[in-house]
């Protein structure tokens, strides 16, 4: 079974950065696709960033240029990097895993608030 453990959320000021991080144990991380969601309180889950197995990646047009996804095998990791966050960035973060023969795996979410 795998597990997912985020970390890095918090409170930072608009224009700031932070990074999220997705570490994953019971399997290797580079065999899942990796997304990035995100909700807001009273809103639908929406798909904020994607880190496929191959390396690709996506983000929505919001974040796109602001946001970086990445992965660390070594490290059995993912990364969410964060910079020029703005007040509407104010929500929690989720980090699942993807993978169809396997299964989806979550992570418990961190919240990220941008305020000053």
């Known amino acids: 079974q795998v597990q997912v453990v985020q970390s890095g959320g918090g409170l930072v000021q608009p224009g700031g950065s932070l990074t999220l991080n997705c570490a994953a144990s019971g399997g290797k991380i580079s065999t899942y696709r990796v997304d990035w969601h995100r909700q807001a309180p009273g809103k639908e889950r929406e798909l904020a960033a994607t880190?496929?197995?191959?390396?690709?990646?996506y983000y929505r047009d919001d974040v796109k240029g602001r946001f970086t996804v990445s992965r660390d095998d070594a490290k059995n990791t993912a990364a969410l990097q964060m910079d020029n966050l703005r007040p509407e960035d104010t929500v929690v973060y989720y980090c699942i895993l993807y993978n169809s023969g396997v299964g989806n795996f979550w992570g418990q979410g961190v919240q990220v608030t941008v305020s000053s």
């Open positions: 880190f496929q197995r191959d390396g690709s990646t």
